[in-house]
């Protein structure tokens, strides 16, 4: 995330320089005690509960709240803390900093509406808080970062995410999916360009399945980031249209498969899968209480992301208690690794029948 406040920094200038009753942060020392006391909590949840009662009795400085957001380990965790804490900083003129310790462009996002809401109510702008309130409430997915996207386009210059926003409301506003078609035609017509996260956001407020595989086909020529865009299919939740729409893909691109790593598309070495991303991808699935739901999830972000190590895929296939399903989510990830060199190491995951059947298909596929 580094840097990424640059793209909100001047939205903040207007902000006040002080938060009410916050008139002095903590001293170093008592902030190093904090720190300590909700870095020695073993999980997300207490260091949370830990952090809210903490600051409802003190004031502290954006760096401050900036280096506490950093000990989280989940963003959506991260993004509470943030939210809880922005009535407690004293410095809200650079808040912006705090953008900096998120993960994910999306969960920025998050918290920048939240505090331009925030902006409106200390402003009593009513208008900027109907606005607000009629913010679409997009699912919790893994939307493609645009920001320094070198690879194939379909459109160029993409609107703003704020304009986004004001486009979203209208949609959102609308009672029937009928409307809200008509109303995304509108931009359609207008030769507007988008980024594939703005798409699939898009695609969430339309109720029908159908209608959104149909919509994300028609605004793939508008697409600011076309070789992220196979990762729409996750708007979808039938595999017969994630599998429609991943052949409409291919036979856009010459029916041949789209590359999983656009920005170097010559040399798949440089297919790396962050561990931040890898991490929230385990996260996903383990979350899943039921085990068909977790190898759907499975066999829909694996493809999407496309750049695992064999490492990384021993620690998915460890989040299934059945041995077939371990085998099969194995087989399947084969394609999507990126040093399958090391892919027999996988072997020792398995008891021997598995095993067995394991070794004959990677030895099927030299």
């Not at 999507?336 to 030895?363: N, P, R």
Request: with cysteine; hydrophobic share 35%; proline share 4%.
């Amino acid at each position: 995330m580094k840097k990424i406040f640059f793209v909100f920094v001047y939205g903040f200038i207007l902000l006040n320089t002080s938060a009410q009753n916050c008139n002095q942060p903590v001293s170093n020392f008592a902030f190093q005690g904090f720190k300590r006391e909700i870095q020695n909590q073993n999980s997300d949840s207490p260091r949370l509960s830990v952090s809210r009662g903490i600051l409802n009795n003190n004031c502290f400085s954006t760096s401050q709240i900036k280096e506490l957001a950093e000990l989280f380990q989940e963003d959506f965790t991260r993004l509470e803390f943030a939210k809880a804490s922005y009535d407690r900083v004293f410095d809200r003129a650079n808040f912006y900093e705090v953008y900096n310790s998120f993960a994910y462009f999306s969960t920025v996002f998050m918290l920048h509406d939240f505090v331009l809401e925030r902006r409106g109510g200390n402003n009593n702008n009513n208008n900027n808080n109907n606005n607000n309130n009629n913010n679409p409430n997009f699912p919790n997915l893994l939307y493609p970062n645009a920001v320094g996207y070198v690879g194939a386009n379909r459109c160029n210059n993409p609107v703003t995410y704020n304009d986004f926003i004001i486009m979203a409301r209208e949609v959102n506003n609308l009672n029937t999916d009928d409307l809200k078609i008509n109303k995304l035609g509108e931009y359609f017509s207008q030769n507007i360009c988008f980024t594939t996260a703005h798409i699939m956001r898009f695609a969430t407020l339309l109720q029908n399945e159908n209608n959104r595989l149909n919509y994300l086909k028609r605004m793939y020529p508008r697409s600011f980031d076309s070789g992220n865009y196979q990762q729409s299919v996750q708007v979808l939740t039938t595999s017969v249209n994630q599998q429609n729409l991943v052949a409409f893909l291919q036979a856009e691109n010459g029916n041949t498969p789209i590359n999983p790593n656009p920005n170097n598309p010559s040399n798949p070495n440089n297919c790396v899968l962050t561990e931040a991303d890898y991490k929230d991808i385990r996260d996903r699935i383990s979350k899943e209480s039921f085990n068909n739901r977790k190898i759907t999830l499975a066999r829909t972000i694996i493809p999407i992301k496309g750049c695992f190590t064999t490492v990384q895929i021993r620690g998915i296939i460890n989040l299934f208690s059945f041995e077939n399903d371990k085998l099969n989510i194995a087989r399947f990830s084969y394609d999507y690794c990126v040093d399958k060199q090391e892919y027999y190491k996988l072997s020792d995951a398995f008891t021997f029948g598995q095993k067995d059947d394991f070794l004959k298909f990677v030895a099927s596929k030299r």
